[in-house]
Antibody, heavy 118, light 107 residues
């Protein structure tokens, strides 16, 4: 059974940093692209970042480019999202996700809440 | 970015009824359209991909159709467990983008 378990969320002040983790199990992690998707409170879904199976290619939405870094450790079957220079508009539940085809999200984690506030 | 416009924003229907949710893309997405269901307090779940392919384990009362810029999700014989928010998503172009969601409630 595929499992994705996020951790690392919390309350952080604007301008500070936070690092999210997503522990994967139940599939061959190193064969799959991985993604971060977020959902602001009572809002819709927004793709944040993606990484190729090897980790050699990364992709970001414009609003987080230069501030967020997606990475992975295939030996540990873990996905990361380093978030720097956080803004209030980054407040959201962050989900890690994966799937069999590019940008079709078959599997989602339970989500982790990030609140950026002073 | 490709804009995805869902309608209606909310919908109230009775058990056993058939409901349809629409999704309009701002340009042709060549059937690269997925539908997700998000139950209250839960993560989204994939229902339909490539506009009309049912994901494994999804009840056959769910179906998708459409092409070009216009797509729809149909739920036959509405059940109580279908109360959810439904999102469409285009994965034709980067960045992939989602509709704002349709909240389905029981009448």
């Amino acid at each position: 059974e595929v499992q994705l378990v996020e951790s690392g969320g919390g309350l952080v002040q604007p301008g500070r940093s936070l690092k999210l983790s997503c522990a994967a199990s139940g599939f061959t992690f190193s064969n799959y692209g991985m993604h971060w998707i977020r959902q602001a409170p009572t809002k819709g879904l927004e793709w944040v970042a993606s990484i190729s199976p090897s980790g050699g290619s990364t992709y970001y939405r414009d609003s987080v480019k230069g501030r967020f870094t997606i990475s992975r450790d295939n030996a540990k079957s873990t996905l990361y999202l380093q978030m720097d220079s956080l803004r209030s508009e980054d407040t959201a539940t962050y989900y890690c996700a994966t799937g069999h085809s590019s940008y079709i999200y078959d599997y989602w984690g339970q989500g982790v809440m990030v609140t950026v506030s002073s | 970015d490709i804009q995805m416009t869902q309608s209606p924003a909310s919908l109230s229907a009775s058990l056993g009824e058939t409901v349809t949710i629409e999704c309009l893309a701002s340009e042709d997405i060549y059937s690269n359209l997925a539908w997700y269901q998000q139950k209250p307090g839960k993560s989204p779940q994939l229902l339909i991909y490539y506009a009309n392919s049912l994901n494994d384990g999804v009840p056959s009362r769910f179906s998708g159709s459409g092409s070009g810029t216009q797509y729809s999700l149909k739920i036959n014989s509405l059940q109580s467990e279908d109360v959810s928010i439904y999102f469409c998503q285009q994965n034709y172009d980067s960045p992939n983008t989602f509709g704002a969601g349709t909240k389905l409630e029981l009448k």
